[in-house]
């Protein structure tokens, strides 16, 4: 918080959600940062190290923004240069109105954006959970900035959702709020924070996780409920259009799934691995965070993979 | 050791290189060592509440530095579980901590204590040394300044009317609500935040002990007097350093200044830590038991 006040006293404007919570320390901080501008929307990007080549983590879903990487970056960032943004609705990029700003196809030009801007030839890029939907648009439209990409946990129109996550309406007033039935649009306005802390517990159903979800409940409240609203509707990848994006890639593929995944189940990521050819490897008892939970095993299999393509 | 069985061992991130049982008076304590460097850190036991796991944070890095050598205190774990109040002073645990060195060929070692492995870590520097370069109290229990007042309003002895907090802490709750009393014990023993993993651990390790026995080994570190533990204090001659967090809800952070002032020792207060830092916090804690480890080499060589 301190470097981020520092940075914004000289003259630099930051958005007012970073004032309203207090950054941890970190184990590393960034090499060099700053802000891609496109149409309007601007996105704050950091890289950290200088060795080749790029590892280039992706923003998720904008309920969290890229602290949730804190796990990695230090470890990979003494192997290779690490790049990576707050998607927008989140951290210190810009909230757009209205649903179309938060299109995948967004979310994919903004990375190429990023990668411009800090002069990103080609990447290693990672991505979790639904950073999967616009790792797959980054790879397929631009093959040759893309040398190669890990998912963690994909959320992606394959394989089968989970049965707890198809009961309730999003859209619709509910009689309920049990479970998942918090995940509607008016239960987020009504109590967010409620919202949050279930939705984490979920992601992070490992035991020993309260770090981890009490983290995760202090990003998601840098947003507001009617952003990750307009963030939530825009999601539309059909399993036709993702299908067809899996069966474009050429670059070398790593599928890390966990089989305890309360978020989008087991089934996704065994069949994007499928899909797109690519090596799948489960980890036995995971949940939808395991970068997070288990960050030695995944840092070992992202630098393997890393390793492997270069 | 049917408890022992019955319980799957967590893996480890290092494994010890040698392992043993030392017999005393027809009583076995285990002991392990890992690492070959010097000098040797003995990681001393403490209330028997817990055995010699409590140290996994510290064996894998001290050992990349040093030889470590520790063991289960009589009571729990792999060592056996004697009966009788005298089985359990200051003095056996002492005296079996001796014992450890001698079977391991342990001249010399810089001991570390937490609570109440302070009693029976000075009484060894005090009476015998020659065998203790220096030593390291975390979250002393010591009798040199009062308890928290809340520990002190129930009997341990009579049958309460009331199990609320530290009403738990008495015999006969023990007897009949064991597990319950070692979810509030170590509720208490590591009172920050994300603390589930380190209580769930203690828990099961006070589950090894039999509460019969736990009382015993209680009402036995009772015995321990002011006057003689004053004594003991002034009869240490070696470096001391005092490891106390000024959150600590089981010993308050005066026993432990206290404990640096009356062995001439350094006091570090640790803001914010409970009873068990080198748990909670076993890099900041690693880091100043090497430092200090490291400067009482230089003083000797």
Request: glycine content about 8%; charged content about 25%; hydrophobic content about 35%.
């Amino acid at each position: 918080m301190d470097r981020r006040l520092a940075r914004r006293e000289g003259g630099a404007t930051a958005s007012a959600e970073v004032l309203t919570t207090r950054e941890q320390t970190r184990a590393r901080y960034p090499d060099d940062e700053g802000y891609v501008e496109r149409d309007g929307v601007r996105v704050f990007y950091e890289v950290y190290g200088d060795r080749e080549p790029t590892v280039f983590l992706l923003p998720t879903w904008s309920i969290i923004h890229s602290r949730h990487w804190k796990m990695q970056i230090p470890y990979l960032a003494r192997h290779f240069r690490v790049l990576t943004f707050d998607g927008r609705g989140n951290g210190r990029s810009d909230r757009p109105e209205g649903v179309a700003g938060y299109g995948e196809e967004q979310h994919a030009a903004d990375a190429l954006a990023v990668m411009d801007e800090t002069d990103t030839e080609r990447a290693v890029i990672v991505s979790l959970s639904l950073g999967a939907q616009r790792s797959l648009l980054l790879a397929a439209s631009w093959p040759e900035r893309v040398k190669a990409v890990a998912f963690i946990s994909p959320s992606v129109s394959l394989g089968e959702p989970l049965p707890s996550r198809i009961v309730h309406s999003f859209e619709d007033v509910l009689d309920t709020d049990d479970g998942w039935a918090k995940y509607n649009r008016h239960y987020w306005v009504r109590d967010y924070r409620a919202f949050l802390e279930f939705f984490f517990s979920q992601f992070f159903n490992e035991p020993h996780s309260t770090k981890q979800i009490e983290d995760c409940v202090g990003w998601g409240l840098e947003t507001t409920p009617e952003t990750l609203v307009n963030t939530r509707l825009a999601i539309v990848m059909e399993e036709e259009e993702t299908r067809a994006l899996c069966e474009g890639l050429r670059c070398p593929v790593l599928v890390i799934q966990g089989t305890a995944d309360a978020i989008t189940g087991r089934s996704r990521g065994i069949e994007l691995a499928s899909a797109t050819g690519g090596r799948l490897v489960l980890l036995e008892g995971s949940g939808h965070g395991p970068h997070v939970r288990d960050p030695v095993k995944v840092n070992l299999l992202l630098r393997e993979f890393v390793e492997s393509v270069t | 050791m049917s408890l022992l069985e019955a319980q799957r061992e967590q893996t480890r991130a290092r494994y010890p290189d040698a392992q043993g049982y030392v017999e005393r008076d027809g009583v076995r304590v285990f002991y392990e060592v890992y690492g070959h460097g010097e000098p040797t850190v003995f990681l001393l036991p403490t209330w028997s509440i817990i055995h010699s796991r409590h140290w996994k944070m510290q064996i894998p890095y001290l050992a990349r530095h040093f030889r470590v050598l520790t063991f289960d205190g009589r009571g729990n774990g792999k060592a056996d579980r004697p009966s009788g109040i005298a089985a359990f002073t200051e003095h056996e645990f002492a005296e079996d901590s001796l014992a450890v060195m001698d079977a391991t060929e342990t001249e010399s070692a810089v001991v570390v204590g937490l609570s109440c492995g302070t009693l029976w870590g000075t009484l060894l520097a005090a009476d015998h040394p020659e065998r203790v370069a220096g030593a390291v109290f975390i979250g002393p229990a010591v009798p040199l300044a009062p308890g928290h007042p809340e520990r002190n309003v129930h009997s341990f002895q009579e049958r309460l009317d009331t199990d609320e907090g530290w009403a738990k802490y008495n015999r006969y709750y023990w007897l009949e609500h064991y597990e319950e009393f070692l979810e509030y014990f170590f509720s208490q023993m590591f009172t920050e935040p994300h603390s589930t993993k380190q209580i769930e651990d203690c828990v099961s390790w006070g589950l090894e002990i039999a509460p019969e026995t736990l009382i015993e080994s209680s009402e036995a570190l009772e015995l321990c007097g002011l006057e003689s533990f004053r004594d003991t204090c002034e009869r240490v001659r070696c470096p001391v350093l005092v490891l106390h967090g000024d959150e600590d809800a089981i010993r308050p952070h005066a026993q432990g200044s206290a404990l640096a002032e009356a062995t001439g020792g350094t006091l570090v207060t640790l803001e914010g830590s409970g009873h068990g830092p080198h748990a909670r916090d076993p890099v900041k804690v690693n880091l100043l038991i090497r430092e200090f480890i490291e400067n009482v080499e230089r003083r000797t060589q």
